[in-house]
């Protein structure tokens, strides 16, 4: 595994829920086709007040974000079960997800998908850092720190799902475990 | 070992004799349900993992509802349920709640009259309210859905919680679950509701005090002498907003009106199953307990931008209104027209008000129910709501942008459904405040938010 996350974040607030992550005029894209996959992408946090946020995550067109990490408050990822949210980010290219506090069904979606590692932070950080800091998340010490600075600030562990995101998902883990049969598809 | 409601019905279904809470355990699934929007992706999921020719689990126990962007001319969304549609013939899946009966392609036409309804004999509505409705829901049962509200089920003293699309494949290809046993509250509830007060303000008053992350990974239980006078109706709207507090799931005792209504529903659709009722463990442990006096509320609402904005309807009076909305899993069941018809009959709404029934059955007893020689439906036309028939979730959560009574501009709403984010139904910057059919009718008669007790005699 590569335990080793580094690139520039992204800062939201509290109680971002799925509908900012991705507005429901988009649920009819299908994540497992692929092209719809990569449009998922393109409207990742595209519910995001723009008063509030006037950076955005995505450019206009752009497929891939310029960030790899968000920095959240308190419930993110609160309100449906849509595992669009998920995969929405991952499509676009975040690869990590550091709240205060999780909603419970977004955590679990990023694990099964394996999208996204949702994890938690010892302290609240979306005040201390700004959209557009660069930083280095290293996963087997539960720490995250500032691009070129000593500082460390303390990550919970993700404890055992931690294997299944790194698995890539639910069924790659499964697998592993015997409890699915069928051999995964090469694509 | 005492165990709560919840771990008792989880350690049966995954055959253990008990269960802890942090506990990892195999549960087996007694129904899948999933739906237009996730089924597809579930769909894709599922023969990407288990193989094009992989064959459900148990075709009699997958449940598939149509029922979130139907009628809207938005070409992809038609084609998801489609997608449904040939997965459906394919597997032999029984319960599949179409749109049309007799098969072939389904595409909305814009141009018919609200008062034509658009579907067959077959469809059923919103997934919640059509679970119950067709029998599919029963005491000590496990139910696992691709919609966050699917916690609504507990109200029949079963295990109910959402999952994606990933979780719900692997249900379909295996017929179980891999579950983190929640630690359980307990929430006794005591006393009856007084006039110009519902089930919703019970559950938007919870919410209040625990906070929109207050049961976050944990099950919420309600029971106590308060519950036996709550309808099956009551009970939902309760259990359906559990997951407005971050629950798992939120779950009631079973009692005779349970059962009641599980026989009935399931004797006349035809879904008589066996099942058996499972009751709390006397000296269970619970991580919180409290006990909710239900004479004391007060008619409550939940202001923007959260569910746990909590405040009552007398002292946010003043907030000026551009529309009200009834419908949905949480507010469009018959009981919530029916309140909502007694505080506006012979009334006018003065404000943009539109109505959608959960389902087609809500329609129907609507238009049957004669009161004083007018039917619930003719008191709210009257009133001038703009009543659809065409039942389904509409604009609890925005939608496509033809969908009906969806906020395609920035305005000031109130609404019987669950969630008030930004953008929750439409336009990110609507401002949406949350309530009981009572208080949505009061505040439509009166341009801005209202207490209902002004209102009904
Ligand atoms: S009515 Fe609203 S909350 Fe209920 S299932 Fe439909 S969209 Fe979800």
């Known amino acids: 595994m590569d335990d080793t996350i580094v690139g520039k974040v992204y800062v939201v607030g509290d109680n971002i829920d799925t509908d900012q992550i991705i507005p429901a005029e988009y649920l009819s894209l299908v994540p497992t086709i692929p092209q719809e996959y990569q449009q998922l992408g393109t409207y990742a946090l595209r519910g995001l007040p723009a008063d509030q946020y006037p950076q955005r995550l995505m450019e206009p067109e752009s497929v891939r974000s310029d960030y790899t990490v968000i920095i959240a408050g308190r419930n993110f990822g609160c309100g449906s079960s849509r595992e669009h949210a998920p995969i929405a980010l991952g499509a676009a290219g975040i690869r990590i997800v550091i709240a205060e506090s999780f909603a419970r069904i977004f955590f679990r979606n990023c694990v099964a998908t394996g999208e996204l590692y949702p994890i938690e932070s010892q302290y609240r950080l979306c005040d201390d850092f700004r959209t557009g800091d660069r930083v280095e998340v290293n996963l087997t010490a539960s720490q995250l720190r500032t691009d070129g600075s000593v500082a460390m600030f303390p990550l919970k562990p993700l404890g055992e799902v931690e294997e299944v995101v790194a698995a890539g998902g639910l069924f790659a883990y499964a697998r592993r475990k015997g409890w699915v049969q069928q051999p995964a598809v090469v694509s | ?457």
């Open chain 2, 1 to 457: 070992m005492k165990m709560t409601l919840t771990e008792k019905i989880l350690a049966r279904a995954s055959e253990v004799s008990h269960v802890i809470p942090g506990d990892s355990a195999m549960v087996s699934v007694d129904i899948l349900m999933t739906h237009d929007v996730c089924g597809p992706g579930t769909i894709g999921v599922f023969k990407r993992e288990f193989g094009e020719d992989a064959r459900v689990w148990d075709p009699e126990k997958l449940v598939i509802i149509p029922d979130h962007y139907i009628f809207t001319s938005d070409s992809r969304s038609n084609r998801n349920v489609d997608i449904l549609r040939e997965f459906v013939a394919d597997q032999g899946v029984r319960y599949f709640y179409d749109v049309i009966d007799d098969g072939g392609v389904w595409r909305f036409d814009p141009n018919k009259s609200l008062a034509l309804p658009q579907y067959g004999e077959q469809y059923a509505g919103v997934c919640h309210i059509a679970l119950p409705e067709k029998g599919h829901t029963r005491p000590g049962e496990v139910l696992v859905g691709t919609d966050s509200h699917t916690c609504t089920a507990g109200a029949f003293g079963e295990f109910a919680t959402g999952i994606g699309n990933t979780d719900a494949a692997f249900v379909m290809g295996t017929g179980r679950i891999l579950l983190r046993i929640p630690e359980t509250m307990y929430f006794r509830l005591v006393g009856e509701l007084s006039g110009g007060v519902m089930a919703k303000d019970i559950i938007l008053h919870i919410i209040g005090d625990i906070g929109f992350d207050g049961a976050t990974y944990k099950a919420m239980q309600f029971g106590g002498e308060g519950v036996a006078a709550m309808s099956m109706e009551d009970r939902m709207t309760v259990a359906n907003m559990g997951v407005e507090a971050g629950a798992k799931n939120a779950v009631f005792e079973a009692d005779a009106r349970t059962h009641a209504f599980v026989d009935a529903a399931a004797q006349a659709n035809g879904t008589v199953r066996p099942y058996e009722t499972i009751e709390p463990d006397v000296g269970a442990r619970y991580v919180y307990e409290s006990t909710v006096d239900l004479s004391s509320l007060e008619p409550t609402v939940a202001m923007h931008p959260d569910p746990s904005q909590r405040t009552t309807a007398h002292a946010c009076r003043d907030v000026k209104l551009d529309r009200a909305y009834i419908g949905s899993c949480t507010g469009g069941k018959t009981g919530d027209f029916e309140a909502f018809a007694r505080v506006v009959r012979g009334k006018r709404v003065v404000i943009d008000t539109f109505g959608v029934p959960a389902t087609p059955q809500v329609v129907r007893e609507l238009k049957a129910t004669e009161n004083g020689g007018r039917s619930a439906w003719d008191v709210l036309v009257e009133a001038g709501v703009n009543m659809t028939v065409s039942a389904g979730c509409a604009a609890c959560l925005g939608g496509p942008s033809d969908t009906f009574g969806r906020l395609n501009e920035p305005l000031s709403c109130i609404s019987t459904t669950n969630r008030n984010f930004p953008g929750r139904m439409g336009h990110p910057d609507a401002r949406i405040h949350l309530a009981s059919p009572y208080t949505v009718a009061a505040s439509a008669l009166a341009g801005h938010i209202a207490d209902p007790r002004d209102y009904l005699e």
